[in-house]
Every structure is written in C-alpha cells, then in structure tokens.
C-alpha cells in the first residue's frame, strides 16, 4: 500500500475501512489481529500529518461515522489538532457503550485532562 500515492480522501476512507475491520476484533478480544490494522491506521496518520493540519483534520469527518470504532479511532487520532471536538466525541461514546469502548473512550479522556498525555 503506497500511501504517499493516495489521496487524502483515499486516506481517510482507508482509515475507516480498517476501523471497521478493526471492530468485531475489538468485541472480540483479539488483540493481535486488531493491533495490525492499528499500525495501518497510525501510518496513514503519519502521512496525514507529513501532509499538514488541512490534511489531519480530515479525520474529523469520521466524527459522525455510525462505527463507534470508527469514530473512537478518528478521535484519538486528531485530539492534537481538534482537541475538544475530539474529546466531546469520546465524551460520548463512554455515554453510549458499556465496554471495550467505553473503557477506552474514558481512560482517554481522563489521562487527556489530567494531562499525563498530551497528543501533538
């Protein structure tokens, strides 16, 4: 996959295929399969940041995907750019999920506000 060939919307639709890919993995609990598609999923963020910001925020438009992996991905990933839509998204999935989800959702924004993590 030569992502440095792609458009930034080949980009983010690749990024949300995988999230998708990334979801029934997530529910159920296979971890290393998941953590693949994750390392996709941070090269495609890599060469949206060698891009510029214009390019990053474009994950923002996952924002409103009906995958909730799909839109937890997006958020973790452009907190640096668009920090409190960012958040308010992952805000609202600890709202609607009672699991994998919500627990990680959560311990985002948690370790976000108390500023042990500071995305960039």
């Known amino acids: 996959m030569k992502l440095d060939k792609m458009t930034v919307d080949e980009l983010v639709s690749l990024f949300a295929s995988l999230g998708e890919r ?3 993995l997530t529910l ?3 971890v290393k399969s998941a953590n693949h598609l994750i390392r996709q999923q ?3 963020s ?3 940041r060698r891009r510029g910001i214009a390019a990053r925020l474009e ?5 409103n995907h009906p995958n909730i992996q799909v839109r937890m991905n997006a958020a973790k990933w452009s907190i640096g750019i ?3 839509p960012a958040l308010n998204v992952l805000r609202q999935i600890t709202k609607e999920d009672f699991g994998a989800f919500r627990l990680s959702a ?3 924004v948690a370790l976000v506000e108390d500023g042990t993590i500071n995305p960039t």
């Open 22 to 24: 990334q979801y029934p």
């Open 106 to 108: 959560g311990m985002t």
């Open 42 to 44: 941070n090269e495609i």
């Open 82 to 84: 668009a920090r409190e």
């Open 59 to 63: 994950l923002t438009k996952l924002f």
């Open 28 to 30: 159920n609990d296979e």
């Open 46 to 48: 890599k060469e949206l």
